[in-house]
Structure formats: C-alpha cells, structure tokens
C-alpha cells in the first residue's frame, strides 16, 4: 500500500490488539472519503491474522434479504466470526513393517492375517482383520516401511521407507523417502486441533439442516435453543481444557446501509462475551440513519458511535495518487508511458483516483487497437472524451437536465416538451382498448393446443 501513513499504523495498532486478544466486544469503524483504501486496509489487517483467526465479511446490504430476518443475518455473520479451537487425542502406532502374514482361505472367505511392526526398542504382532488387509495393500504397504496407523479410525499412513533398507536403494523409484525407525514405545497419543466456526457447530447441529446445509450455504434461520445450548456446550469445553474460544473479526463495509434497529443488534451484541471484534467503514459524513430521522456522525447512531475507535483515512496527494496508478497498471499488466501516467495522475487529482484507475483498462484496450504496447498520452485523452466521470456527467445534468426523463416522467424531445403525468388517464382507454381483442386470441391458442394433444 501507498501512503495513508496514520490510517495503516492504527490499522497496525489494531492488529496488534486483535493478536493478544484485547479488544474483543470492541468495535473500530474506519471511515474517510470513497476510494481513499478503508476496505483496502480491513482487507489488508484479515491477511495479516493466523490462518484459524476467523474472519467475515459482509457489506451493509447484505443483511436485508427475504430469505432470513436481519437479525437472523447479523447472528449468522457474528458466529461465523468467532472460531472455536477443539483439542482431540488420538491413539495411533508407529513403527517400521517387518513383515505382513495374510491367510488367504482357499473358499475366498474372510482374510485373517498378521503384521509384525517395531520401534528400535520393541517389536508386536498385531492380527488383522479383512478392512485392514484392504487398506495396507491399498497402501502398497510392504517390509521396510514406516507407517503410522490411528486405532480409532485404522487409517494407514506411510510415513517413508527405513534407513536399513537403504541398501536396496535399487530397486526403488527416485522419490522414495528415508526415514529413521521410531524410538520408544509403539503406541502413542497425538494431539489433533481443529478450528471450527461457532456458526459451523450451529449448522451441524440444527436438525432440520444438516451438515449439507453448510455447502449450499442455504442455511435458513437456526433456533434460538440450539444456539444456547451450543454456547452451554462449548463453554463446558472450554472449563475442561478441551476447548479454546477465538475472537475473530467482523468486517462490515459499507455500514451506512444498516438500520437503527441492525445498529442496536450490534451494540448489543458487543456485550457479549461471545464477540468477535467488529470493523466497520464508512464513507458517509453527517448524514440520516436508516429508519430514523435523526443526523448523526459517520450515520451511526451516537450510542454505537461511542464505542468505536475511529480510524479516518485522508484523500491521497499526487505524489501517492501516481504510485498508486502505476501499481494499479502494472497488476493489469498494462504498459504505462510516462507522459500518459503523468495525465492520469492529474485526472485522478482532479476528478477521482478510481476513475482514473479506470481509465487504465479503458486506454490500454485504445491503444491495443491501433496496436501498441505501450498506453500513451492520446490513448488516455481518448478515453477522457469518451468516458465520463462524475463531475462532467452532473455538469451535463444541469445543463441539459430537461432532455432526460426527469422523476415525473417527463421529459423534452426534439423541442418538444412531453408531460407524462397529466396525460395519463387520457391515455388510459386507448391502452386498455386492445387488451379484449388480445385476450379471445389467446385463448384460442391454448384451445388449438389442447385439440393437437388429444
Ligand atoms: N494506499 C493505497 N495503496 C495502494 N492502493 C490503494 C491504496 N488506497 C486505495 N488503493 C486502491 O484504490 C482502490 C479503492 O480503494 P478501496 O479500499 O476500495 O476504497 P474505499 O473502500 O475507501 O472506497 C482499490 O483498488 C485499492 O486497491
Ligand atoms: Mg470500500
């Protein structure tokens, strides 16, 4: 990333915070003006988490679908951010293979056998049953081997193949691996971690779902009960050491979408001692919050405003705004000139740094028909007059605002004023008139139909 300093300090600050687990139940809201990098830097404090620190992301309007209640949605998007890290043991042997014994019984019945495995201080025999027959041949498992079986679930792993064998180096494929034979006692206890989200758990055990459900995605609204009585499970987890709580992180960009209501689930949420830190950005000033009629900072209600730490980030000056165009053009893989790099940079002061950046891809398709390499200055100057930006386009507006179809309906064509709303109901027979005469031919056509089926 390119400048915006004091932003990615506190950003680093944060991170810090969310690595030594202090700031779970809090909230940070990043906010600044559009295209200054806030979800650029959210992005970039989830790529610096450990890779079992869950983290979330939705945009503001996600919560607002038919399928699940808002606060069915934000639940859903909270758990998925706070992973539970599970600690199992398991039984395993290890050793190295001195020889497999398989009875076949001439009838082709069961297959009864033994394998013979030792660690450098001592040797068993273990008998075999059919299903593990299959699966060390399966494994291709032979003498001189050194494999690692789980009792609980007898799955086979080979480990590679002894160093005493290492004489018979010839007849082995290149990438054979060494290993040394194991020390000490065959058997042993291994400890296995897996990191599941609280969301996960809650599929997996809501019955009318079923796991499948996490696949699809289509998870629906899941009973209040069984999310208490996970939290009930897994804080007994966590007093008998089998379990440890991960506080993730929530990012909500665009949080100027959510309603008064989303924004009091959330405050509320926070005081939960099952919370994940919560990152939000805006790009909004002073303005409404939805459902209200109240103004407030940022859009957020004062009580949520008052728990956030605000980080604010600042628009870029041209020195940051060109290095930013150049990495934007080389990841497009686009050949830049200087002079057309140093028109773009003066585009994005003027006008705005993604719309510059959008004339990357549009100049570099300019100058790939008349088939250069490399974007130069009239390149971009075409694409300036071809494309629009924000500016111009509302420049346009006031000027010629009476071309447009305007919110009545109305509009001025070819020197003509048309009036859309008034004219309506006189309309209204001439329109309705041929809908009598549509409707016996139809009907006609499904008669015709239904003739040729019988
Ligand atoms: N400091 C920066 N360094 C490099 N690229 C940046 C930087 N800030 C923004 N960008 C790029 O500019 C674009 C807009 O940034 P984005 O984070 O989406 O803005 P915002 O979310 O604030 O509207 C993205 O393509 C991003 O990669
Ligand atoms: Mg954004």
């Given at each position: 990333m390119v400048g915006q300093l004091k932003a990615r300090k506190a950003a680093a600050v944060v991170l810090q915070m969310i690595k030594e687990g202090k700031i779970a139940g809090r909230a940070v809201l990043v906010a600044?003006?559009?295209?200054?990098g806030k979800t650029a830097i959210a992005m970039g404090i989830s790529q610096s988490l450990g890779s079992d620190v869950p983290f979330t992301t939705v945009a503001g309007s996600e919560i607002f679908s038919l399928e699940l209640s808002k606060t069915e949605a934000l639940t859903q998007a909270f758990r998925k951010s706070i992973g539970v890290r599970i600690k199992e043991e398991t039984e395993l042997i290890e050793g190295e293979v001195v020889e497999i014994q398989v009875d076949r019984s001439i009838a082709g019945g069961q297959k009864q056998g033994k394998l013979t495995i030792k660690t450098t201080d001592m040797e068993t025999v273990y008998e075999l049953g059919t299903k593990m027959i299959d699966s060390l041949s399966k494994e291709k498992v032979t003498a001189g081997d050194v494999v690692s079986i789980d009792k609980a679930s007898g799955k086979i792993t080979k480990l590679g193949r002894s160093y005493t064998r290492s004489r018979d180096y010839d007849a082995m494929s290149a990438d054979t691996k060494f290993v040394q034979c194991p020390e000490g006692e065959l058997q042993r206890r291994k400890e296995v971690v897996h990191t599941v989200s609280l969301h996960e758990i809650d599929v997996i055990n809501s019955r009318s779902q079923g796991f499948l459900a996490l696949f699809s995605g289509d998870t629906g609204e899941i009973r209040s009960e069984v999310r208490d009585q996970i939290n009930t499970k897994v804080s007994e987890w966590r007093e008998e050491g089998k379990a440890e709580i991960i506080p993730g992180v929530l990012f909500i960009d665009e949080v100027h979408m959510l309603d008064i209501e989303s924004f009091s689930y959330i405050n509320r949420a926070?005081?939960?001692?099952?919370s994940p830190i919560v990152i939000m950005a805006t790009n909004r000033g002073v303005s409404r919050t939805r459902g209200t009629n109240y103004k407030s900072p940022h859009g957020l209600p004062v009580d949520l405003l008052d728990r956030v730490i605000i980080i604010s980030t600042t628009p870029y000056n041209p020195e940051e705004i060109k290095q930013i165009l150049s990495i934007r053009a080389q990841e497009e893989e686009v050949d830049v000139s200087v002079d057309a790099l140093a028109i773009l940079t003066k585009i994005g002061e003027e006008t705005s740094l993604r719309y510059a950046a959008n004339l990357i891809t549009v100049a570099n398709l300019i100058a790939t028909k008349r088939k250069s390499q490399t974007v130069d200055v009239e390149d971009v100057k075409r694409s300036y007059s071809l494309f629009w930006d924000a500016n111009r386009s509302v420049q346009y507006l006031s000027q010629y605002s009476d071309n447009l179809v305007n919110d009545a309906g109305a509009a001025t064509l070819g020197g003509v004023k048309t009036i859309a709303n008034p004219a309506a109901p006189a309309q209204a027979p001439a329109t309705t008139a041929p809908v009598p005469s549509t409707t016996p031919a139809t009907t006609t056509a499904s008669g015709d139909t239904m003739d040729t089926t019988s």
């Amino acid at each position: 990333m390119v400048g915006q300093l004091k932003a990615r300090k506190a950003a680093a600050v944060v991170l810090q915070m969310i690595k030594e687990g202090k700031i779970a139940g809090r909230a940070v809201l990043v906010a600044g003006p559009p295209s200054t990098g806030k979800t650029a830097i959210a992005m970039g404090i989830s790529q610096s988490l450990g890779s079992d620190v869950p983290f979330t992301t939705v945009a503001g309007s996600e919560i607002f679908s038919l399928e699940l209640s808002k606060t069915e949605a934000l639940t859903q998007a909270f758990r998925k951010s706070i992973g539970v890290r599970i600690k199992e043991e398991t039984e395993l042997i290890e050793g190295e293979v001195v020889e497999i014994q398989v009875d076949r019984s001439i009838a082709g019945g069961q297959k009864q056998g033994k394998l013979t495995i030792k660690t450098t201080d001592m040797e068993t025999v273990y008998e075999l049953g059919t299903k593990m027959i299959d699966s060390l041949s399966k494994e291709k498992v032979t003498a001189g081997d050194v494999v690692s079986i789980d009792k609980a679930s007898g799955k086979i792993t080979k480990l590679g193949r002894s160093y005493t064998r290492s004489r018979d180096y010839d007849a082995m494929s290149a990438d054979t691996k060494f290993v040394q034979c194991p020390e000490g006692e065959l058997q042993r206890r291994k400890e296995v971690v897996h990191t599941v989200s609280l969301h996960e758990i809650d599929v997996i055990n809501s019955r009318s779902q079923g796991f499948l459900a996490l696949f699809s995605g289509d998870t629906g609204e899941i009973r209040s009960e069984v999310r208490d009585q996970i939290n009930t499970k897994v804080s007994e987890w966590r007093e008998e050491g089998k379990a440890e709580i991960i506080p993730g992180v929530l990012f909500i960009d665009e949080v100027h979408m959510l309603d008064i209501e989303s924004f009091s689930y959330i405050n509320r949420a926070l005081e939960d001692d099952l919370s994940p830190i919560v990152i939000m950005a805006t790009n909004r000033g002073v303005s409404r919050t939805r459902g209200t009629n109240y103004k407030s900072p940022h859009g957020l209600p004062v009580d949520l405003l008052d728990r956030v730490i605000i980080i604010s980030t600042t628009p870029y000056n041209p020195e940051e705004i060109k290095q930013i165009l150049s990495i934007r053009a080389q990841e497009e893989e686009v050949d830049v000139s200087v002079d057309a790099l140093a028109i773009l940079t003066k585009i994005g002061e003027e006008t705005s740094l993604r719309y510059a950046a959008n004339l990357i891809t549009v100049a570099n398709l300019i100058a790939t028909k008349r088939k250069s390499q490399t974007v130069d200055v009239e390149d971009v100057k075409r694409s300036y007059s071809l494309f629009w930006d924000a500016n111009r386009s509302v420049q346009y507006l006031s000027q010629y605002s009476d071309n447009l179809v305007n919110d009545a309906g109305a509009a001025t064509l070819g020197g003509v004023k048309t009036i859309a709303n008034p004219a309506a109901p006189a309309q209204a027979p001439a329109t309705t008139a041929p809908v009598p005469s549509t409707t016996p031919a139809t009907t006609t056509a499904s008669g015709d139909t239904m003739d040729t089926t019988s």
